[in-house]
């Protein structure tokens, strides 16, 4: 059992690389998706994870699998579907969801749309559902460079964060951080979903994302506990993702948030803070 648990890690460099990779997504993706998923803008990662794809997409036109030129472009178009989403929904009766989901849907079509121009359909999978077996330095680098940026940005709007989760009104009459603190934030999320993009494509970045923030939802209702349940957790996924991927020859990506999904699917029965199981057999009252 031991062979079968160590040996792909202890044998295979391209495994180690994609498990360091996996740890640096969880670092940076899980904190993301709690306060994602505290401020009710779960929905709003998956749209955004979609729109990164056009940038992205124009920088495999000009450069092909070019790292930089594919990193540079899934930036700008999400940083622009984020701010056109806003501006649609500020100037118009439109509500911000909507518009989302108006740009999300444009963006995936034409995401596909410019990678099939020029590419076959193994660069359209790649693009898709990402290369987790295939990093290099270079990504590690990123990865690594854009999980240590998220660590410390959130470390320094925690309060910041937490308040215009909780209390936003509270955070408007008493500073003036809550408009930067926003903008800061979706800057952050778009950052991890390129991220993600390179190793789980944009059809599952955001996976690593919410899957283990919700099922941490079920363990703690403490936001501190909750951020590093949720990296826990994204670590547990993604080493049992890659095991399932060597072991029964599955793709690895896919592989992973599968495993992320049956962790969630598990802290749905039996967590402590809210499971169903709980819920059904609630404890007894004190009595005086």
Known sequence: MLDLLYTPFSEFEF???ALVGVIAIALGGG??????????MSLTGDAMAHAILPGAAIGYLLAGLSLPAMTI??????????MAAGLVSRFTS???DASLAAFYLLSLALGVTIVSLRGSN???????????????????????????LTVLALAVLYRPLVLECVDPIFLRSVSRAGTPTHLIFLGLVVMNLVGGFHAL?????????MLP?????????????MMIVSILIGIVSGIAGLLLSFHAELPAGPAIILSAGVVYVASLLIGREGGVLWLAWP??????
Do not use: C, Y
């Open 73 to 82: 472009g899934g930036l700008a178009a999400g940083v622009v579907v984020a």
């Open 122 to 148: 193994v660069d359209l999978l790649h693009v898709l559902f990402g290369t987790v077996l295939a990093l290099d330095d270079n990504t590690l680098l990123l990865l690594a460079s854009i999980s240590t």
């Open 201 to 209: 494509g944009t059809l599952l970045a955001v996976g690593m994302m």
């Open 213 to 225: 923030a919700t099922a941490a939802r079920f363990w703690t209702s403490d936001i501190t506990m």
């Open 94 to 96: 439109l509500k911000e």
């Open 283 to 288: 404890g007894r009252h004190l009595e005086a």
């Open 31 to 40: 904190p993301i998706g709690v306060f994602l998923m505290l401020r009710r």
């Open 15 to 17: 495994i180690q690389r």
